[in-house]
């Protein structure tokens, strides 16, 4: 089993920031977005990855090179961001012997008490056989502030966006995972920018191809922005306070790619941070993370994330993320 990441985008919503570190790379709870879904991925049977890059190429392939939980290959999209549906298309000779691929985003964080998600997804998708089995969780927003995914009775796929398709029973957040056929590469163009869903499944359906969904209940959180991500890591290092049935699988990612973090409450902040950084005579508050190796001094943090290998003295930090 074999599965795509899609991390060739370029999070300019997250500027400044990923104009230096691409977004999968950004560090959520001390351990790099891009590697949250890698633990799923392998619960489901998945033995070996292909990463797209577009945006800092180096970073990104530096990045999924240092994990050694999947083996990864990487597509190069060099002159065209080619998209989702492009990315995927570009991969197809990865894929060739496969009759089903995992397609996801490289920076979604879901938390949830349901247990091997992806290999649920995987299943119900062998089971039912459509041609893509998509992953959505109910959100008041979806097909009002963003796009959703529409529904009939029987949860078969109509159409995708903010208006109801005719026949339309619900709408439900897309996920970015899903489960796909090998015939998907038959509707994707060849060389060209096209998104998946818009395109690719679109164009599947008009050719009467099935789509499913598997609807979870799970917390998400936009991450597309500094606010939206520093309200996640808020959420979610309350949840990991009281360790509810719903972090488990958070708290195995930090275990498994973070092993040397520990957290330490005190009564005004709840600090994670990696056994070999230090903080000498400093002021913390709310929220506050520190990466591998990092040195505070006479420092105010405040809602704050700081990266691994850094140094600072006498600044003051709030609600921000320190990359450099």
């Given at each position: ?6 991390a060739a ?9 990923t ?5 999968p790379a ?10 949250f ?7 489901a049977g ?30 190069n ?26 397609l ?10 349901e247990?091997?998600i ?8 062998k ?13 008041p ?21 903010k ?23 038959s ?10 869903l818009?395109?690719?499944l ?21 991450t ?5 991500y ?6 979610a ?11 488990a699988?958070?708290n ?25 950084s230090?903080?000498?005579n ?5 929220f506050v993370?520190?990466?591998?190796n ?28 320190i990359?450099?």
């Open positions: 089993m074999k599965a795509m990441i899609l985008g370029q999070g300019t919503r997250f500027y400044p920031h104009k230096k570190i691409p977004k950004l560090p959520f709870l001390g351990v790099p977005m891009g590697y879904s890698l633990l799923a991925l392998k619960d998945v033995n070996s990855v292909v990463v797209n890059t577009f945006h800092l190429p180096s970073e990104v392939t530096k990045l999924y090179k240092m994990q050694t939980l999947l083996p990864t290959e990487f597509s999209e060099t002159d065209l961001l080619l998209g989702s549906g492009g990315g995927l298309k570009k991969a197809e000779n990865f894929f060739k012997d496969q009759e089903y691929l995992f996801l985003n490289s920076d979604e964080i879901i938390i949830s008490t247990k091997k992806f290999l649920k997804m995987l299943n119900q998708h089971l039912n056989k459509p041609l893509s089995t998509l992953l959505v969780t109910e959100h927003l979806a097909g009002t502030k963003f796009g959703g995914v529409w529904t009939d009775e029987k949860n078969q796929v109509l159409g995708f966006g208006e109801a398709p005719v026949g339309a029973k619900n709408c439900y957040h897309f996920l970015g995972c899903q489960v796909l056929n090998q015939k998907i590469f509707y994707l163009p060849d060389h060209v920018e096209s998104n998946i818009y395109d690719g679109v164009n599947a359906m008009k050719d009467k191809q099935k789509v499913e969904i598997l609807n979870i209940d799970c917390d998400w959180h936009e597309g922005n500094l606010a939206d520093l309200i996640a890591t808020q959420s290092i309350q949840k990991l306070q009281s360790m509810t049935d719903d972090i699988e958070v195995r990612t930090l275990n498994t790619f973070f092993p040397d973090f520990e957290i330490v409450k005190t009564e005004k902040s709840v600090l994670i941070k990696s056994k070999s230090k903080i000498e400093c002021v913390t508050k709310g993370i520190v990466g591998k990092t040195q505070l001094k006479n420092c105010v943090l405040e809602n704050i994330i700081i990266d691994q290998n850094l140094s600072f003295e006498d600044e003051d930090f709030i609600n921000d993320l990359i450099d």
